[in-house]
Nanobody, 113 residues
Framework: QVHVVQSGGGVVQPGGSLTLSCTAS????????WAWYRQATGDQRDLVAR???????SYAESVEGRFTISRDNGIRTIVLQMNSLRPEDTAVYYC???????WGQGTQVTVSS
């Protein structure tokens, strides 16, 4: 069975930073593009960032320049570094092996004064 476990998240003031991590087992980690999604209360789940098997990142326009996605195939981990956080970044964040049903459990990020 595939298991994807997230850590990190929390509550920060606008302008602050958070780091999310995602560690997976039960699949060929290095063979997948991995992505971070987020879902605000009452909204759809949207793509935030992805990183390919060749370590090439891409970002949603709303987070580009503020967030950084990275991967370490050796420890089977995806990281999302979130800087200059804004209230509109408030959401539950999920990691995903793209085009699969391998999802993390979700991590709450709240940005509020």
């Amino acid at each position: 069975q595939v298991h994807v476990v997230q850590s990190g998240g929390g509550v920060v003031q606008p302008g602050g930073s958070l780091t999310l991590s995602c560690t997976a087992s039960g699949l060929s980690f290095s063979q997948y593009t991995w992505a971070w999604y987020r879902q605000a209360t009452g909204d759809q789940r949207d793509l935030v960032a992805r990183i390919t098997t060749a370590y090439v990142p891409s970002y949603a326009e709303s987070v580009e320049g503020r967030f950084t996605i990275s991967r370490d195939n050796g420890i089977r981990t995806i990281v999302l570094q979130m800087n200059s956080l804004r209230p509109e970044d408030t959401a539950v964040y999920y990691c995903n092996a793209e085009s699969t049903n391998a999802w993390g459990q979700g991590t709450q990020v709240t940005v509020s004064s």
